[in-house]
């Protein structure tokens, strides 16, 4: 072939955060394929199965191309037999059956629409459609018994399955530092989660606050709701206390991937001024949306940005990384070296890049 024919060879590190992975990429009518098979693998409990199809299609995000033939993706680390066989029937073909008949399904469906409400995880989803029950209405029709996320999720399942926009997040931005500041003038707020790393939209917003006077932000998370509730700003919260000192989980590795912070999951009410074309006239009105928001103490903070800015699948590559190549165990609270016995300090998320031996990566480029 002719010089411009030949596919440059592509050098992919295997771990996703050796690599940089932008927002908008090549290849989403391949990922979003391979989601679908990875979202079906997390209804059914299947974790292996799911993350070796999330892992995929992270390696095809991190393509400086759109992906034409299998024979490019030879060399490239992560794809195995079922997600490369996938991808072939999607080149030569335009759609996978496996997939199209998974999304069509109807135990997909449900399990989309049940895990879509607030508060409902797959294990609820699960038996609520073994039990024949298929959508949000099904719930409130056969009188199940709801804890409180749960019935906020029913109440506003339309607005918080409405994607939040960054204006929306940046309107919510500024009621947070206006509470925030109220209480303690000097605190730092940081926005984390997808819209840190230039997502347009998301599920929710996610803040992280510390302060810079160790101590200062123990128990602020009580008084920011308490502000919040006074001036009417939220339709729900669930706040969890700090328990990360008496945790006794070892070294930075609290169970699964939950972290320890004092956190707020809440539902912010958030008003909008819309423009009634019947009366001509601005009608007051408003929308749900959810909001997150985690304390965490000054010494902590650089781990906490990291662990609260994902994308879920760079976290999880970043806690590998650390304890499978560096014998290091990383959570969001600190970095822990098992071969010197020690905890690693950091102040900023370039010093933890650096106790991990990676090239930092920035927030834009961890969409993973
Ligand atoms: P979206 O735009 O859909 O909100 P996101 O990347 O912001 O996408 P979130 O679910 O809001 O997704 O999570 C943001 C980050 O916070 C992720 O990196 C995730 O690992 C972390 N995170 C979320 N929930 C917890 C939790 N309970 N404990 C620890 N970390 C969490
Ligand atoms: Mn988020
Ligand atoms: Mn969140």
Request: hydrophobic residues 35%; contains cysteine; charged residues 25%.
């Amino acid at each position: 072939p002719k010089p411009s024919e030949v596919t440059p060879v592509i050098r992919m590190k295997s771990y996703a955060c050796q690599r940089r992975t932008p927002l908008k990429h090549h290849n989403s009518f391949l990922t979003e394929a391979l989601e679908i098979l990875a979202e079906n693998a997390e209804f059914s409990e299947n974790e292996g199965r799911s993350v070796a199809f999330r892992r995929s299609a992270s390696v095809l995000k991190a393509l400086p191309h759109a992906v034409r033939t299998i024979d490019e993706l030879k060399d490239l680390p992560c794809l195995g037999e079922h997600s490369l066989s996938v991808i072939k029937e999607i080149l030569e073909d335009g759609t996978s059956r496996e997939v199209e008949s998974t999304r069509q399904s109807e135990q997909f469906q449900a399990m989309k629409a049940l895990t879509g409400v607030f508060g409902v995880g797959v294990k609820t989803a699960d038996r609520w459609v073994r039990e024949g029950l298929r959508s949000p209405l099904d719930l409130v029709d056969t009188g199940q018994k709801l804890n409180h996320a749960q019935q906020a999720g029913v109440q506003y399942y339309k607005d918080l399955n409405t994607p939040v926009t960054r204006k929306e997040a940046m309107v919510i931005s500024v009621i947070v530092e206006k509470a925030v500041k109220a209480l303690l003038p000097e605190a730092i707020i940081t926005l984390t989660g997808g819209f840190r790393r230039g997502k347009e939209v998301g599920h929710d917003v996610d803040f992280l606050i510390t302060h810079p006077e160790e101590g200062a932000e123990e128990k602020l998370m009580p008084k920011i709701v308490n502000w919040l509730e006074d001036q009417g700003l939220l339709l729900y919260q669930k706040t969890t206390r700090n328990s990360y000192l008496e945790s006794k989980d070892g070294p930075a590795r609290p169970p699964s991937n939950m972290d320890r912070f004092e956190r707020c999951f809440s539902i912010f009410k958030l008003e909008q001024s819309k423009i009634d074309s019947n009366a001509h006239a601005e009608a007051s009105s408003w929308r749900a949306i959810r909001v997150d928001l985690v304390v965490s103490p000054y010494s902590q903070f650089a781990f906490a940005t990291l662990g609260w800015t994902g994308s879920k699948l760079f976290e999880r590559e970043l806690r590998r990384w650390a304890g499978q190549e560096k014998g290091m165990s990383l959570s969001s609270h600190a970095l822990y070296d098992s071969k010197k016995k020690c905890y690693l300090q950091a102040s900023s998320e370039e010093e933890i890049f650096t106790h991990l031996g990676l090239e930092y990566i920035p927030p834009s480029e961890r969409n993973a």
